[in-house]
Structure formats: C-alpha cells, structure tokens
C-alpha cells in the first residue's frame, strides 16, 4: 500500500522513482492503438431509494441465525489458520491464480472520477502506481499520492507486506477498487488541495477526453420475470408432462 515518489534521495514512504516501475500494460503515452484502459465520468444523478421502515430494520430469526453461523464460521477460521499447511496456503493460492490470471483495479478521485486498468494478477503493486501516476497531469506528478481501501488500509510500496506481493496475494483479484489520496511532506499545500472535496480528477487531457459514462446496472424490475410469462409457463409445463404420458397410462388414470 505505497506511493511512488518522485526521484529523490531522501527516504520515506513512497521512495520508488517513477522511471525505474516497469509498467506491464498499456496505458498513456503507450504506442498508437484502442486503449485498454477506461475512464469513467462522475455519476451525475443517484439513485433515490425509499426509506427503509421499522419493520425493515428489524433482523430477523433467519437473519440471527446467519450471523451466527458467519461468527463461528470465522472464529474457526482463526484456530484453524495456524495449523493450514504451506503446501495447502501454495495450492489455494495457485488455485486462485488459474481461476483468475488477471486484476482490474478502478482507481476513485475524490469526484467520483474512476480509471480502470487490468493487470496480470502476478503483478506487485507498484505497477499501479507507474500507471496511475503516468495518467496524470504534468504539473501533478511531482505529487506524491497514497492508494488505499477503506477504512484504514493504505497499499504503500515501502511496505513489505505490500511491495513483496502480488496483486493476488493481496486479495485485490479479481477486481477492487482503490481511492487514492496525495500525501507528500515536500508538497504539502499542493497535496492538501488536490485532497479538497469538489477537487476535478487531476488527470492528463488527453485521459479525460476518452471519459464515458459509468455503465448503469440493470434494475430489479428489469431481473423479475414478467406476470404473462409467469402465466404461460406452469400451463406449457403441464403440456409438455401430459404429451409425455403414453397413451395406456392415460386410459388408466382415467378410470
């Protein structure tokens, strides 16, 4: 959970110069060609949801119980966690890899902007770093910038914990969304700005200008099947059942 740093000498949390992350996919100022990666607009309109009741508040016995299924379920968890074989740990992360060799990962500005990027899940964090930071305006990547997941978990590159391990490894695949904030003792009003809420994603141009609308999910009603075909289902069931039935078992139920 780090942030990369623009070249200097002077250690501290995000000390990885720019130019030596070598970024494994394309992105910004990649050779002429569809880019891969996307940009989403800030949504312009919620969606306004009704007012949940007292009733809808209330857990119910179903609801308890599933709690407390997930309670012990993680408790176990716990005690079983340091008898788990090394072998076991490998095999369940190779599983993991095979089920999903690549990551996206949607990086959220404080406007609601969001770029995206798929990257091999063998990938180490610093590699989202190097395109991020490449996506930016000029005058903003001197600006050292932290990726994090809320609440409190920053994906810094002077980390161990985070810069030894791929993205698999940490439970980033297949796909998660990071925020990001500028963080940086040498710029510090310039990062205490660009953190200022309203702030517009301070993107390159030429990133903006791709900017498309954040696909909407289909609604539930569009999931509910309609009334007509409810209806006509269960009597073409019937007529399938019947057809099926031989001819001299239909004389004897007839009886």
């Given at each position: 959970?780090?942030?990369?740093?623009?070249?200097?000498?002077?250690?501290?949390?995000?000390?990885?110069?720019?130019?030596?992350?070598?970024?494994?996919?394309?992105?910004?100022?990649?050779e002429?060609?569809?880019?891969?990666?996307?940009?989403?607009?800030?949504?312009?309109?919620?969606?306004?949801?009704?007012?949940?009741?007292?009733?809808?508040?209330?857990?119910?016995?179903?609801?308890?119980?599933?709690?407390?299924?997930?309670?012990?379920a993680r408790?176990?968890?716990?005690?079983?966690?340091?008898?788990?074989?090394?072998?076991?740990?490998?095999?369940?992360?190779?599983?993991?890899?095979?089920?999903?060799?690549?990551?996206?990962?949607?990086?959220?500005?404080?406007?609601?902007?969001?770029?995206?990027?798929?990257?091999?899940?063998?990938?180490?964090?610093?590699?989202?770093?190097?395109?991020?930071?490449?996506?930016?305006?000029?005058?903003?990547?001197?600006?050292?910038?932290?990726?994090?997941?809320?609440?409190?978990?920053?994906?810094k590159?002077?980390?161990?914990?985070?810069?030894?391990?791929?993205?698999?490894?940490?439970?980033?695949?297949?796909?998660?969304?990071?925020?990001?904030?500028f963080?940086?003792?040498?710029?510090?009003?310039?990062?205490?700005?660009?953190?200022?809420?309203?702030?517009?994603?301070?993107?390159?141009?030429?990133?903006?200008?791709?900017?498309?609308?954040?696909?909407?999910?289909?609604?539930?009603?569009?999931?509910?099947?309609?009334?007509?075909?409810?209806k006509?289902?269960?009597?073409?069931?019937?007529?399938?059942?019947?057809?099926?039935?031989?001819?001299?078992?239909?004389?004897?139920?007839?009886?």
């Amino acid at each position: 959970m780090s942030h990369l740093a623009s070249p200097s000498s002077e250690a501290g949390p995000s000390e990885v110069p720019i130019n030596n992350v070598q970024q494994p996919v394309s992105g910004p100022g990649s050779e002429p060609g569809p880019p891969s990666f996307k940009v989403y607009k800030p949504t312009s309109s919620g969606v306004s949801l009704p007012p949940l009741s007292d009733e809808d508040l209330t857990p119910t016995a179903a609801d308890l119980k599933l709690a407390q299924n997930m309670l012990a379920a993680r408790a176990q968890a716990l005690v079983d966690a340091p008898l788990q074989l090394r072998t076991v740990r490998e095999a369940a992360e190779k599983s993991k890899r095979d089920r999903w060799p690549n990551t996206t990962i949607r990086i959220r500005f404080a406007d609601g902007m969001q770029l995206e990027q798929v990257f091999p899940s063998n990938s180490k964090i610093r590699a989202v770093y190097a395109f991020v930071r490449g996506s930016l305006s000029e005058d903003v990547k001197p600006v050292k910038f932290v990726l994090y997941q809320p609440p409190k978990r920053d994906l810094k590159v002077s980390d161990p914990a985070v810069r030894d391990r791929t993205l698999s490894e940490l439970h980033l695949a297949p796909s998660s969304v990071l925020l990001l904030r500028f963080e940086d003792s040498a710029h510090t009003e310039e990062a205490r700005a660009l953190n200022g809420s309203g702030v517009s994603a301070p993107l390159a141009p030429e990133i903006l200008s791709q900017a498309i609308d954040l696909p909407v999910p289909p609604s539930a009603d569009a999931l509910q099947p309609t009334s007509s075909s409810s209806k006509v289902a269960p009597k073409n069931v019937l007529q399938s059942v019947e057809k099926k039935i031989p001819k001299w078992m239909k004389l004897g139920l007839k009886k």
